[in-house]
């Protein structure tokens, strides 16, 4: 969403102070992580993590690429995939079995 104001400190007397103010919703995706978390699995004690995406937005998203990346944003690359079309309100949910096994240096 974007607002404009003017005279948004009303030093100016002006005719109408009820006209200073408009808002646009914006016509764009609004990419969010809704949730992130681990799912248990075998051998006891073990766990992968789950991403939820969710579009927050009021238009679709395109090729919304998403990554998981060991301790920092910068960090190591662990995992990365991409959504062809997530609709507004949708959610996306992306983990990887195969990678989870690599790191922990067993087989899925």
């Known amino acids: 969403m974007l607002s404009a104001v003017a005279d948004p ?3 100016i ?3 109408s102070e009820l006209n200073n103010e408009s808002t646009l919703r ?5 990419l969010t992580i809704a949730n992130s978390l681990t799912r248990t699995m075998q ?4 766990a ?3 991403i939820l ?3 927050k937005g009021v238009v679709a998203a395109t090729n919304a690429v998403i990554e998981l990346r060991l301790d920092v944003i910068t960090g190591t690359l662990l995992y990365s995939t991409s959504i062809p079309n997530l609709e507004p309100g949708a959610l996306s949910c992306h ?3 195969a990678e989870y096994w690599r790191l922990v240096g067993g087989n899925p």
């Open 9 to 11: 400190n009303h030093t």
């Open 13 to 15: 007397e002006e005719r």
């Open 26 to 30: 914006t016509l764009m995706p609004d």
């Open 43 to 46: 051998p006891p004690n073990h």
């Open 48 to 50: 992968y993590p789950v």
């Open 53 to 55: 995406v969710e579009n």
């Open 95 to 97: 983990h990887d079995d």
